[in-house]
C-alpha cells in the first residue's frame, strides 16, 4: 500500500457509507430526560427500543423503532459535552415538526395526550387526503400524526 491517504480511500470504498439497517436520514433529538423521553414515545407511538447507551447508570444515548424501521435518535442535553437544548429549554417553538403515518390517528392521538403530550390539533380529515392531528411531546417536540385516506 501506499500512503496513508491511498489506504483510507481503499479502506472507504470496501466498507459501505451507512451501517446496515440504518436510513440515510435520521433525526437526532436533545431531550431533557432520556428515561422520561424514551416511556414517552413507547407509550405515545408504540416505539420500540433498538439500543441504548448508559454511562454509570444514566441513559445517554437511544435509538428507537416504529414498524421495524429506525426512526429517531436521541441524547440528553449536555451529553457528549452538546450544549444543544430542547425546544422547551430554549423556550422556543420547535423550527420543524415530524410527519408520522399510524394506523389509527385517533387512538395514537388519545394515547399521546394520555402519555402528557400537548394537544395542537385534534383529528380531522384533511383535504389533502390524510386523517392529521398535531401534538407537542414533552420536550417541545411537534409529531404530526396522519393516516391516508385516498
Given at each position: 500500500?501506499?500512503a496513508?491517504?491511498?489506504?483510507r ?7 459501505p ?7 440515510w ?7 431533557r ?5 424514551l416511556a414517552?414515545?413507547?407509550?405515545a ?8 447507551v448508559?454511562d454509570?447508570g444514566?441513559?445517554?444515548h437511544?435509538?428507537?423503532?416504529y414498524h421495524?424501521q ?7 442535553e449536555?451529553?457528549?459535552g452538546?450544549t ?9 417553538v ?12 385517533d387512538?395514537?392521538y ?6 402528557g ?10 383535504f389533502?387526503?390524510?386523517?392529521f392531528?398535531?401534538v407537542e411531546d414533552?420536550d417541545?417536540y411537534?409529531w404530526a400524526?396522519?393516516?391516508h385516506?385516498?
Open positions: 500500500m501506499g496513508p491517504s491511498e489506504m480511500i481503499w479502506r472507504d470504498s470496501m466498507t457509507p451507512r451501517p446496515a439497517g440504518v436510513p436520514l435520521t433525526p437526532y433529538l436533545t431531550v430526560d432520556a428515561r422520561a423521553s414517552f414515545y413507547q407509550a407511538f408504540g416505539f420500540g427500543v433498538r439500543d441504548s448508559e454509570d444514566a441513559l445517554m437511544v435509538e428507537m423503532t421495524d429506525l426512526i429517531v435518535m436521541f441524547a440528553p449536555g451529553a457528549f452538546s444543544a437544548r430542547t425546544p422547551q429549554s430554549a423556550k422556543t420547535a423550527p420543524q415538526s415530524f410527519y408520522l403515518y399510524v394506523d389509527d390517528v387512538a395514537v388519545a394515547r399521546a395526550l394520555e402519555a403530550a400537548r394537544s395542537l390539533s385534534e383529528p380531522q380529515d384533511q389533502w387526503g390524510d386523517r392531528a398535531q414533552l417541545g411537534r400524526l396522519a393516516r385516506l385516498s
